[in-house]
């Protein structure tokens, strides 16, 4: 599907809005993809052509990524989280189903928890912070273990996201992420939670995803073999497919 791009200001905070429309006579929710630290809806492309196929799919760019321009005070995740919820309701769904990558998963858990009447689901890819992770050092090389087993397709498109983001934006944002308490936004979810993430991810480890999936009201963990951290990305059928089967058979929208 053709996905056209708009800019759009909330609060003094610019994002960007990538929208497919729904194909005709489809009925699956709506589906909103958010990108994690550092990187934009350009890793996401994949993965949103994939469900761009049965439903309507909006990736969101968040302030000071992929080019835009980065806000002039510090932004930590509940503001921006308040921020998305706005541009989410704009976009004329009646309930969406919240997947986000990394960081990504987080402002989606924020999301949800805010305005729980905009969200079907939330989808937690690769989630962060393992609490394996949770200093710059150990994040910084869990990352670097992991472009080992990324395409260089993947790790170009990461690396010059990384460079348009810039370190000061960055480590803003990395200082917000470490400390965002994760596991006690998805056990107050009132949205069903689904954890993906790749079976050789070193970034979101195997345990931590499963106390993830546990400690939500509603949640189930799904691996995809083989893949890594941004699995949505190099295995965007498999993931798709995990997204439509629990929206739809699991928890469908009212």
């Known amino acids: 599907m053709t996905a056209i791009g708009r800019r759009v200001e909330i609060g003094g905070l610019a994002f960007r809005v990538i929208q497919s429309t729904r194909p005709a006579g489809a009925t699956a929710p709506a589906v909103v993809l958010i990108h994690g630290i550092g990187v934009s809806h350009r890793y ?8 761009s196929m049965t439903t309507a799919v909006a990736s969101i760019d968040l ?7 980065k806000p002039s005070g510090d932004v930590g995740i509940e503001r921006m989280s308040a921020a998305l919820g706005e541009i989410v309701a704009a976009l004329g769904h009646e309930r969406v189903v919240l997947v986000g990558h990394s960081m990504g998963a987080q ?7 805010q305005r729980p009447e905009i969200a079907s689901m939330v989808v937690a890819i690769g989630p962060v912070a393992d609490d394996r992770h949770r200093t710059p050092a150990s994040q910084a090389r869990a990352l670097a273990v992991d ?4 395409t260089p397709a993947i790790n170009a498109i990461v690396l010059a996201d990384y460079l348009r983001c810039g370190i000061p934006w960055y480590l803003t944002q990395l200082r917000h992420m470490l400390a965002y308490p994760t596991e006690e936004k998805v056990a107050a979810l009132t949205r069903p939670l689904l954890v993906v993430r790749g079976g050789s991810d070193p970034v979101a480890g195997r345990d931590w995803c499963r106390r993830l999936a546990l400690r939500a009201p509603a949640g189930r963990l799904v691996e995809v073999p083989g893949g890594h951290h941004v699995v949505q990305q190099s295995s965007p059928r498999a993931v798709a497919s995990a997204i439509r089967f629990h929206a739809e058979h699991f928890w469908p929208t009212p």
């Open 44 to 51: 996401l492309a994949r993965l949103h052509d994939e469900l």
């Open 63 to 69: 302030p000071g990524f992929g080019g835009l321009p």
């Open 107 to 113: 402002w989606a858990i924020e999301t949800a928890s």
């Open 147 to 150: 472009t080992l087993g990324e």
